[in-house]
């Protein structure tokens, strides 16, 4: 197909969190709404909910209410997605409610966000939730932190209130680890400096919020990380054309990897080379994350769905031992003693959680001795015993394949997300 | 763009295509969900791209209101033997005809597709169900998951869906309950439609401006058939239009356009001022959660 241009752009997840009153849902409405991602049907299905509410002008925080369950309440019970995009760029944005009791939901919508978007008030400036969601974001790995200072009309567009907040918010980031912060000085009601820039902050020269959501950079670089291959299904066509076919289909989660590559397989240890790539499209010389490939290996070794393919001389070690942190998702409280099942990369294997070790307190950020149990929305540190070896990274080095969950190991619910931590930078 | 950096198109089929394998590696029993709208043609272009040089190693499963576009059902039956599937339908016509549904009196057949879904998974001892629901066509998908866990009557409860983080699907489930997979959460009504013209993928006819008897009701265009349109005050006048979304005849309205080929479909996308589904879907336009209601109960 030729008559078509299509656009290539690339694709930033974000996140957003704030507390119940920083004018979270007008500001992703406001995005929305400024980018001409609202159609006139919805809008109009808006000015008609607002009206009915009193309300004089659209309420554009009405655009990402959901559920009916929501709307009677007036809350937001959960993690929803919303979709823009401008020439260069398409983001998914993963809408967090900011309740102290949505922990959970803030660590779910950080865990696939390159960018967290926290929002304060700017006449309340930091307060506890502020610091909860930064602390939420850097746990979960996100690199790019952008502070959204809202409600600048109500403090008259005054730059001491900005930098006053920006300089608070600079150390908490330090404290966190986090290098990258860009504050915005913006106002979602009036739709100051959220994309169009604002003529009340002459002071302000850096970018408006979507210019910094356009520009931040995406994706990581593939040559830095170690090859991480976690093998989904195994492809064994039935034609006789493809006979010998055997190809180990998943998807690149870290890495590069290379036709004619050593690779080990784990747990197992076995090493081969990289005899083929096949892409999408077609065979490939070379593969990164977070491409879909299928890989075909020299050697005739037994190879299943749970196992990992990971570069030879930078592969984990498969231990039966797993430290990680933890945040406590489902009702269910987890304890010492507890049985449940792991989930790591394509592998489920059973477990049992040997020792809680550590709680972290989101709000001082100060992690102590605890042996207690977590309760939902907790963080804590835990030590699991598994059934089988699991080759995991530290989550701070290699996300995707640092990261696991706690299932339920009688009805499979998703009890805790939980990040690897190397044994040899243990803290907790 | 800079080396190693995918477009969105290539994120999303790559993200789509690691779901359509998480299926096949987790489940015993994954079916998908075929219309020959737009969505299930692409999910069955990502399914046959997923496990290639392999077969596709689950069937698809029609759920047919009897109200079919003439354009839709020989292409759903071209596409079949093209991608060497099986095909299994249920007919929202049998249900009737043995009693077990009763016609509505607006006479649209779409909320009447839930029962025989739900009773062909049954049957059939689905566990994995595919749909080409997005996120981004109407405010109850939005929260919805990539996993979606059905109780035993197939009911969705947005306060029981299980929180899903990085790319760790969690399918699991209790003997009875299955899973709806939504591998096309993330994309846009125009990354489809990029799509299909990158992929050069055939699409009925009728997604392309033709001319067509249609009457007005609702605001939509509706087409003339057996069905029961138009009634006495409706008068049918031809006209060149296309369908955005392709479902039941009783309640999928055509647009008036010029769109002929992807290209002008794509640019007339763009420029679009209303959703897909509040121009094209009465059974939307029922009440402010018509979605969320129909989800709950078992819908797509």
């Known amino acids: 197909m030729t008559t078509t241009e299509t656009t290539t752009r690339e694709l930033l997840r974000f996140a957003t969190a704030g507390s119940v009153d920083d004018g979270k849902s007008t500001l992703v409405g406001r995005l929305l709404h400024d980018t001409k991602s609202v159609l006139a049907d919805t809008l109009a299905a808006v000015e008609r909910a607002s009206r009915a509410k009193g309300l004089e002008a659209a309420d554009l925080a009405l655009l990402t209410d959901g559920l009916r369950a929501e709307r009677e309440q007036g809350i937001t019970i959960d993690v929803a997605y919303r979709y823009f995009s401008t020439l260069n760029r398409s983001f998914i944005l993963a809408d967090t409610p900011g309740h102290v009791e949505y922990t959970r939901n803030m ?98 020269s850096g970018p408006t919020l979507l210019e910094h959501l356009e520009a931040v ?56 080379t990289v005899a083929a790539i096949d892409g999408l499209d077609g065979p490939l010389d070379f593969a990164f994350a977070p491409q879909s490939v299928a890989l075909r290996l020299a050697d005739d070794i ?7 393919i990971a570069a030879a001389d930078e592969a984990a070690t498969p231990s039966q031992d797993l430290v990680g942190d933890v945040c406590v998702l489902s009702d269910r409280q987890i304890v010492s003693g507890d049985r449940v099942l792991v989930r790591h990369g394509t592998r489920t294997v059973r477990a049992k959680v040997a020792a809680v070790t550590a709680r972290l307190d989101l709000t001082t950020l100060e992690s102590s001795p605890y042996d207690g149990p977590l309760s939902v929305n907790d963080i804590g540190r835990l030590t699991l015993r598994l059934a089988e070896p699991v080759a995991a990274d530290d989550y701070g080095q290699l996300r995707r394949t640092g990261a696991f969950l706690l299932l339920d190991d009688q009805e499979g619910s998703t009890l805790a997300a939980g990040m690897a931590v190397a044994a040899r930078c243990l803290r907790g | 763009m800079p080396a190693y950096q995918l477009s969105q ?4 089929e790559a993200e789509a295509v690691h779901i359509m394998r998480e299926v096949a590696g987790e489940f015993d029993r994954p079916v998908l969900l075929f219309s020959g709208g737009k969505d299930s043609v692409v999910m069955l272009h990502l399914a046959a791209k997923a496990f290639a040089p392999a077969q596709i190693p689950f069937p698809l499963l029609h759920v047919d209101t009897g109200h ?19 095909l299994r339908v249920a007919s929202v016509q049998d249900f009737i005809d043995s009693g077990r549904l009763r016609e509505r009196p607006d006479g649209t057949r779409n909320p009447l597709q839930t029962v025989p879904l739900l009773d062909a998974i049954d049957t059939n001892r689905f566990d994995a169900v595919f749909g080409g629901g997005r996120r981004d066509e109407e405010k109850a998908r939005a ?8 109780d035993e009557f197939g009911q969705w409860d947005p306060k029981r869906q299980r929180p899903e983080l990085w790319d760790l699907y969690n399918g699991r489930h209790r003997a009875g309950e299955h899973v709806r997979v939504f591998p096309l ?101 029922l009440t402010e959660a018509a979605m969320e209601d129909r989800k709950r109960e078992g819908y797509f």
């Open chain 2, 185 to 285: 959460s993330n994309w846009t009504e125009v990354d489809i439609w990029e799509y299909i013209a990158r992929e050069d993928i055939a699409l009925p006819q009728i997604y392309y401006a033709h001319e067509r008897d249609v009457f007005l009701r609702d605001g939509m265009w509706l087409t003339a058939g057996e069905w029961g349109g138009p009634k006495q005050s409706e008068t049918v006048e031809r006209r060149v239009v296309r369908y955005r979304t392709v479902g039941d005849m009783s309640c999928t309205g055509a647009v008036d356009s010029h769109a002929a080929t992807v290209a002008e479909v794509i640019a007339e996308v763009a420029v679009s001022t209303i959703t897909e589904r509040g121009a094209t879907r009465a059974d939307d336009r």
């Open chain 2, 68 to 86: 079919n576009f003439p354009e839709v059902m020989t292409y759903r039956d071209e596409a079949v033997e093209h991608y060497g599937v099986e």
């Open chain 2, 9 to 12: 198109l290539d994120t999303l």
């Open chain 2, 143 to 150: 929260k919805e998951r990539v996993f979606s866990l059905r």
């Open chain 1, 302 to 308: 037994d190879i299943s769905r749970g196992d990992l």
């Open chain 1, 107 to 204: 660590v779910t919508g950080a865990s696939t966000a390159e960018l967290a978007l926290v929002l304060v008030d700017a006449r309340h400036g930091i307060v506890e939730q502020t610091r909860r969601h930064a602390a939420a974001a850097a746990l979960l790995g996100v690199r790019h932190l952008a502070l959204a200072v809202n409600k600048m009309d109500l403090v008259d567009f005054d730059e001491g209130v900005f930098d006053s907040i920006c300089a608070e918010f600079d150390e908490i980031a330090k404290s966190l680890g986090v290098d990258d912060v860009v504050a915005i000085p913006l106002s979602a009601l009036q739709g100051d400096n959220v994309v169009a820039r604002s003529s009340h902050t002459p002071w302000y």
């Open chain 1, 217 to 272: 950079p995406v994706g990581e670089n593939p040559e830095l990380s170690p090859l991480r291959f976690p093998v989904q299904y195994v492809l064994r066509p039935r034609d006789d054309e493809f006979h010998d076919h055997r190809s180990y289909a998943g998807r690149v989660a870290h890495g590069l990897v290379r036709v004619g590559d050593t690779v080990t397989v784990l747990p197992s240890g076995r090493i081969t």
